[in-house]
Nanobody, 124 residues
């Protein structure tokens, strides 16, 4: 079992930055691929960024490439999402996700564990 707790969300003006953190508990964190998803009102949950257990392989949605950076610290059981140049369309609830069965996770169907979510709101 892996429990995930996100933090770092909030309200920011367009062009600003936020860093999300996801603290994981459980003995297998370092072997889990991790990802950040987001869900805006009335829209489906979508992957934002993903990272393999080693940190070597990373994936970014086209909409965030060059602005967001995913990283992980296996010694601290934590995964991060640095978000720069935020836009109003980035407004959503952001969820941390983990999988034990895939090298990298980009589909909701591949997720084994979800965090409770943290709200990110970007004003224009």
């Amino acid at each position: 079992q892996v429990q995930l707790v996100e933090s770092g969300g909030g309200l920011v003006q367009a062009g600003g930055s936020l860093r999300l953190s996801c603290a994981a508990s459980g003995r297998t964190f370092s072997s889990n691929a991790m990802a950040w998803f987001r869900q805006a009102p009335g829209k489906e949950r979508e992957v934002v960024a993903a990272i393999s257990w080693s940190g070597v392989t990373r994936y970014y949605a086209d909409s965030v490439k060059g602005r967001f950076t995913i990283s992980r610290d296996n010694a601290k059981n934590t995964v991060y999402l640095q978000m720069n140049s935020l836009r109003p369309e980035d407004t959503a609830v952001y969820y941390c996700a983990a999988t034990a069965g895939h090298t990298i996770v980009v589909e909701t169907s591949e997720v084994d564990y979800w965090g409770q979510g943290t709200q990110v709101s970007v004003s224009s």
